[in-house]
């Protein structure tokens, strides 16, 4: 498996359904995928994803995975949006 940093910027987007985890942090809440970063011209409708309750999480259209970055260190933020 592969992983990426998720990053909101207007000059790069993300292949949405390119790989199969993706690394995001709590600027990227709410989590939908696909993510706003990811072109989705070719890719599902986009459904947003709890993750704040186990730090990780999963996409019912493409199974993309979702690790919410320094969940464990921060296990009383969560639904911090």
């Not at 070719?42 to 993309?64: F, L």
Request: hydrophobic letters at 20%.
């Amino acid at each position: 498996m592969s992983e990426t940093t998720a990053q909101n910027t207007s000059t790069h987007k993300i292949q949405p359904n390119a790989e199969h985890t993706y690394e995001v942090t709590y600027a990227d809440l709410p989590l939908s995928c696909p993510m706003s970063s990811m072109e989705n011209w070719n890719s599902h409708p986009r459904v947003y994803i709890p993750i704040t309750e186990t730090g990780k999480s999963q996409c019912p259209y493409c199974s993309a995975q979702y690790i919410l970055k320094g969940w464990h260190s921060h296990p009383k933020k969560h639904n911090t949006y």
